[in-house]
């Protein structure tokens, strides 16, 4: 006997047809409605048992207020920020996610952007586009020590995948010991320890009120000169006034951001613009794998709980 009638699930945000699939014949009625607007979300969310997103929907206090038949809320995906859990807490309603499916796919998007830092890929296939056959220096990553910021899924592939270019890898996480640490190859530091030390920093961490602005004014100040920063994790983390400060002034070579503060970031801000700074829309989850892997589990895992075949959790 399962937790959940899950008579009707609603998808309000973009998802592989994998998830659909998945219910067809386990007698749950599905929607597909990607692009709602929060008003035509509260409007429907009254009918539904089970509703599945991504980033793009934000489940906030008052759509869970709406949803009086809601038992589930699921992120096909890992970051559930999106989500007010108190409110769905409050409500009793279950919040789910399916962390794992897309770690390889943004911790190789991770080593892209380190990569296309260290030889500024962008700008330079920018000027080659318009004529301009600009031979400029990079660096290699061999031999450098690259800092990771929260040593969970995410952050050791990553550390294991630099180690790989001979890079030095030493990282923080308060839940993760010394030694284990170093049992994956990771020299396990205090940030305090780290700012000074390291050539490039990435951040691995969930976006949390202990999180936000992680990576600020003060921080900055303590980094080598000419750190290379990359932010494949939650925009809020790194204050971008900080970032873009840091940029003008050279103290930060090139930052790489898949997130940002607010998605999407306006075209015509001055961080997006700076010319040592490479961007991406939120691209790390964004591969046919990883997709197809969230949207199968997140439909498995709603399943397996109606029918009692599971526990709970995010
Ligand atoms: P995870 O839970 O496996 O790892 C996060 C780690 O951060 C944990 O080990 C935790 O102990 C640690 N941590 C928490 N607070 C910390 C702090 N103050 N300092 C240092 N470490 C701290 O998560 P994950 O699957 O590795 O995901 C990491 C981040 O990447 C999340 O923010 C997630 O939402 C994001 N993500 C982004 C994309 C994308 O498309 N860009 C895709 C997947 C995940
Ligand atoms: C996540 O937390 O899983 C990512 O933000 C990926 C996504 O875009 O779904």
Redesign the pocket.
């Known amino acids: 006997m399962g937790l959940l009638k899950l008579r009707k699930v609603l998808i309000s945000d973009k998802i592989a047809n994998d998830c659909l699939e998945a219910f067809e014949g386990k007698g749950v009625e599905v929607t597909y409605k990607p692009g709602l607007s929060k008003t035509e979300l509260i409007n429907i969310i009254p009918e539904y048992n089970g509703l599945i997103v991504r980033s793009a929907t934000k489940v906030t206090a008052d759509v869970i207020k709406a949803a009086i038949n809601l038992e589930i809320i699921g992120r096909a ?3 559930t ?1 999106n989500i007010d859990h108190d409110a769905a807490s409050d409500a009793g309603v279950v919040v789910m996610n399916t ?1 794992g499916g ?2 390889n ?2 911790a190789e ?1 991770t080593c892209a952007l380190i990569l296309a830092m260290c030889r500024n890929l962008a700008n330079r296939h920018t000027e080659l586009m318009n004529g301009e056959w600009n031979r400029i220096n990079g660096v290699e990553l061999s031999g450098k020590t690259i800092g990771i ?7 050791i592939i990553v550390a294991h995948r630099m180690q790989a270019f001979g890079m030095k890898t030493v990282g ?5 010991s010394a030694s284990s640490a170093a049992e994956m190859g990771v020299e396990f530091l205090q940030l305090e320890e780290m700012w000074p030390i390291c050539d490039f920093l990435t951040i ?5 009120p ?2 936000k602005h ?1 990576l600020n004014s003060s921080v900055f100040e303590k980094c080598k000169k000419g750190v290379r920063i990359v932010n ?3 925009g809020g983390i790194i204050d971008e006034d900080a970032l873009l400060e840091n940029l003008n002034s050279g103290k930060v070579a090139c930052a790489a951001l ?2 940002f503060e607010k998605e999407p970031p306006a075209a015509d801000s001055p961080l997006l613009q700076h010319s040592n700074l490479i961007a991406t829309p ?5 591969t046919a794998e990883a997709q197809t892997r969230v949207a199968k589990e997140i439909a498995e895992q709603f399943l397996a709980l109606r029918d009692g075949k599971s526990t709970f959790g995010c």
């Open positions: 995906g890992t970051g920020d962390p897309n770690t796919s943004a998007h910021i929260g040593l969970g899924r995410i952050g923080y996480d308060p839940f993760v691995h961490v969930p976006l949390l202990s999180t992680m494949c994790a939650r898949d997130v939120h691209l790390g989850a964004s």
